[in-house]
Structures are given as C-alpha cells and as structure tokens.
C-alpha cells in the first residue's frame, strides 16, 4: 500500500510540474509576443524622434536653418547657380547687341556676328563680373537674409506631400543684379529684365516625404513622442521574460535603422533635380547635402552608439555568468 500510494504520489506531482510547465511556457510565448510588439514600436518611435527632433532643431526653426544654409554661399555650386541665373537673364533679356559693345573690345564685335555667337563671347565676360559680386562680403548678408524669407516658404511646402521643395532665391538674383550698376556692367544694369521664376530651386528627394510625414508628427509635439517612444520602451522590457536579451534586440534594431538612413543619405540617388543644367543639378544638391547632414550625422552617431552598446552588453552577460 505504501510502494502504491508513493507511486501515486510522484505520478501526480510530474502531472502538476507539467501543468505548470504548460502554463508557464504559454505564459512566457504570450510575454514574448507583447514584448516584441512593443519593441517594434518602440524602434519606430526612436527613429521618428531623431527625425522629428532634426525637424525640429533644423528644418522648421528659422534661427537654425538659416544658419545652416548661409555658409552655402561660399560653395562654388550655389554661386556658380547665381552666376549662371544672372547671367542668362542678362545675355537673354538684355539688347545684345547694346551689351556687347558695352562690354567686348570693337575689334571682337562686327554687323556679321549672329546673336548666338555674340552670346558665346559675353556669357564668360558677364559671369566673371558677376561672381565677383556674389563672392563679396556684402552679398553674403543678402544672402542670408534671402534664405530667411525662403524658409518660411519651405516651412509651408511641407504641408504638401508632393516630394518636392521649391527655393525660391530670385531675391538674391535680384541682388546681384542691382549691384552690377558698381561694377564694369554698369551700362547694361537698366536693360536688364528679371523673370519672377528666376533663381527657383526644386530639389525633388524620398525624403522630402518622409519629411513630410514627420514634420506632422512634429506639430503634435515633439515631447509628447519622445514620451510615447520611453513608454513603449520600458512596456517591451517589463513584458520581456529575457530583460537584457530585449534590450540589446532594441538597440540592434535602432542601430541598423539608423546606420541604413544614413547610408541612404549619402546616397547620390538620394536627391533627383528635375532640371538637366548641370550647375543646377549641383546647387540644388549642395542645399539638400546641407539641409540633411544634421539627420545624416545623428542617425550615424545613433547607429554607431547603439550597436556598440548592444556588443557591451553581450559582453557584461557572458562575464557575468
């Protein structure tokens, strides 16, 4: 009777280790399944928050953007763009003929010469003059004032999900222009007609979407994201069986998203200009280069920290044990 009930005994308590065995793996699958739901969401929310918070900081703060666009000037691109801008109005708006014998020595100018020839000879002539100006101090200060007025544009294109910013820098055309009345073109200044789409930019890029799409996020709030982002962090690591195992997952998926958004920046194909004029085509991706470094250079550092944090903390558990 006792060899009987000893048996029974232990038959029942391996039914009940295995019941709680049960409960506890179905348990732990339904913790896991929360947890990694909650993870993901949280990658998310860290890279809509570094981005948001670039918006913020960068892109929708006129201070911030401006300084960040101003040392452009001193780019080759953006002043050969307004070189070329103001010399294509002069040679195409201007009388040619009046402007070349302003301009070229009598023995270049004869009646045979067609005004595409003409136009060949003055286009290095009035370009060389007019970088002169755009290099100058004083039209650094226009320029920067020219970008203050074109951000508030920008600021209201990115409530148009099209995939497309346009810059309007016809100002700083303007500028240019009216400065030539004090330099060697001074008696072509009044001949000279300015188109109103003179000096526009496009820069048509993936990312002006994604910044579009974020910079909604931003006008909810950008503390009330990074709040959800920290909420959705801590509910993956509670809910999680393993607790550091989820943390260095996170880390792992925000340093691989962060690094592949700063490798898609640097991409060239990142940035499409719909214009084929190549001096077009660098201007408009000198600015896109300057308006996205800060994201490029923040999803890197954020990658970069993330992943090493990830191998720490595999270190520290394999020590520990």
């Not at 918006?55 to 666009?69: A, C, F, G, I, M």
Request: include cysteine; charged fraction near 15%; aromatic fraction near 6%.
């Amino acid at each position: 009777m006792f060899c009987t009930f000893d048996v029974g005994w232990f038959n029942t308590l391996m039914i009940n280790n295995k019941n709680n065995t049960s409960q506890n793996q179905k348990s732990h699958k339904l913790r896991s399944f929360f947890a990694a739901i909650a993870g993901i969401v949280a990658v998310y929310l860290i890279m809509s928050s570094i981005t948001v918070i670039w918006l913020n900081r960068t892109v929708t703060d006129t201070n911030t953007y401006v300084k960040t666009v101003s040392p452009l000037i001193q780019k080759p691109e953006i002043q050969n763009f307004i070189a070329a801008k103001v010399t294509d109005q002069i040679v195409n708006n201007a009388p040619i003929h009046d402007v070349a014998t302003s301009l070229l020595p009598p023995a270049a100018v004869n009646n045979t010469q067609t005004v595409d020839q003409l136009k060949v000879l003055l286009t290095p002539v009035i370009q060389n003059s007019v970088l002169q100006i755009v290099k100058s101090p004083a039209f650094a200060t226009l320029w920067t004032q020219t970008n203050r007025i074109a951000h508030a544009q920008l600021v209201s294109q990115l409530n148009n999900n099209n995939g497309e910013l346009q810059l309007n820098l016809s100002p700083a055309v303007n500028a240019v222009i009216a400065q030539i009345k004090t330099t060697d073109l001074s008696p072509i200044a009044d001949k000279i007609t300015v188109n109103s789409n003179t000096g526009n930019l496009d820069i048509k890029s993936s990312g002006v979407k994604k910044a579009h799409h974020y910079y909604e996020l931003f006008k909810t709030g950008t503390w009330a994201i990074v709040a959800i982002t920290v909420i959705a962090i801590v509910l993956s690591i509670w809910l999680s069986v393993h607790h550091l195992k989820t943390i260095r997952r996170i880390l792992i998926g925000v340093g691989v998203l962060a690094l592949l958004q700063a490798l898609i920046l640097e991409a060239p194909v990142f940035i499409n200009v719909s214009s084929t004029d190549k001096v077009t085509q660098d201007a408009a991706k000198a600015f896109a280069e300057a308006l996205f470094h800060n994201l490029q250079l923040a999803s890197l550092i954020v990658g970069v920290l993330c992943i090493l944090a990830a191998i720490a903390s595999k270190i520290y558990e394999k020590r520990k044990k």
